[in-house]
């Protein structure tokens, strides 16, 4: 019998299993399984045998049999479930297909051919079941407009409610989000680094991969040339924060890419950021017909006061969104951008009251309850 391999533990008949179940008596197979297990930051339960299989095969959200163990499960009369995967040992074993259907498992894999498979499976397997992380994209709707300066202190309002909390800098021309939290030289990945990600990122491993500042997780780009975040990257890496975080806060661009369009399409609301400006108003406009295809809830966040004195409501109806509300002038808040001082840090300045209202309100509608 194959001991338990670290990071494995054989099943417990008296608590449920909440953990995908590896059925092999294999040792290099085991270990190949435990691999990719790990790639996806996923905890197995592991049963050397059909005997050992049983306790737990009603329950596991999904089970991978080795090749070695498909005859003793079909001899123990397990029963038939969806789920099931016949791992193979042989490319050249010509029965495996017919024990495969024996055992009524739903696929033959073989390793390292079904490796990428593998890692999703087992990653979706264990996801949370109802945990919903909150998306929020911030766009200008002009230039200058302080969407990012709203965007970074909506990641530390989040903090202070103790949100598990990524920021994700989509603007290639914005000159990183990072110096807007005096961040630029904190050690971690870039989107230079990640730009051509495919394929399922293991949550905590990116966690750990990319800067944090004071609790935040945040994913930028550093001064020198790096390639354009490919659409698939971008996919890539939202599923992984959405489902390893609380609150993702993504920095739009005012001219959107594929990826910025993708993290749009991901978001659970949009803001515009409007100056109460005649001009700006007419920039926001544009700004927003580009996001209202790619997002169901998509909201006007007017800063006041503005030289024609235009009430809030005037600009959003103008615009033709809702109105999330509205942001009064922060006496030295550019000071304190210079300095390296996030916005947002004052709890009492409007920016941080705004953001904490708002993320109040928002959990609130999606939890049901006060969050």
């Known amino acids: 019998m194959t001991p338990a391999s670290p990071g494995a533990t054989l099943a417990d008949p008296n608590e449920p299993p ?22 996806a930051d996923v905890a ?4 050397p045998d059909a005997h050992l299989a049983r306790r737990a095969w009603g329950r596991a959200p999904l089970i991978l049999v080795g090749a070695d163990q498909a005859q003793a499960c ?12 016949l791992v193979g040992i042989d490319l050249d074993d010509a029965e495996v297909w017919e024990r495969a259907m024996r055992i009524g498992a739903d696929r033959v894999i ?14 979706d397997a264990t996801d949370p079941v109802g945990h919903r992380s909150i998306v929020i ?12 300066s709203l965007a970074v202190a909506m990641a530390i309002s989040g903090r202070r409610r103790n949100l598990r909390t990524v920021l994700i800098d989509a603007d290639p021309l914005g000159g990183g989000i990072d110096l807007a939290l005096g961040a630029e030289e904190a050690s971690g990945l870039r989107w230079g680094d990640l730009s051509s990600t495919r394929g399922r990122v293991p949550p905590r491993a990116l966690s750990e991969a990319l800067p944090q500042v004071d609790g935040v997780s945040l994913l930028s780009w550093d001064r020198c040339d790096a390639p354009p975040v490919e659409p698939e990257a971008m996919s890539a890496l939202l599923s992984s924060v959405r489902r390893g975080s609380d609150l993702v806060v993504v920095d739009l661009p005012r001219g959107p890419d594929e990826a910025a369009r993708i993290a749009m399409s991901q978001s659970t609301v949009a803001l515009v950021v409007v100056p109460a400006e005649v001009r700006a108003t007419a920039a926001a406009l544009r700004v927003a017909a580009l996001i209202v295809p790619h997002c169901a809830d998509v909201r006007a966040v007017v800063r006041q006061p503005g030289p024609a004195t235009l009430a809030a409501t005037t600009v959003a109806d103008a615009v033709g969104l809702p109105l999330a509300g509205v942001i009064r002038p922060e006496p030295g808040l550019s000071e304190s951008l210079e ?16 953001c904490a209202r708002f993320l109040a309100e928002l959990t609130m509608s999606a939890d049901g309850v006060a969050a």
């Open 110 to 123: 073989f390793l390292p051919d079904a490796e990428v498979w593998l890692v999703d499976a087992l990653a």
């Open 74 to 85: 079909l001899r123990a009369e397990l029963p038939r479930r969806d789920g099931v995967v």
């Open 339 to 354: 300095r390296g001082e996030p916005p947002g840090t004052r709890r009492r300045g409007p920016l941080a009251r705004f």
């Open 44 to 47: 197995v339960d592991v049963a």
């Open 137 to 148: 994209a911030v766009a200008g709707g002009r230039g200058g407009a302080g969407a990012t």
């Open 18 to 39: 909440r953990r995908p179940l590896l059925v092999t008596d294999d040792a290099g197979l085991l270990d190949d399984l435990l691999r990719v297990a790990a790639a």
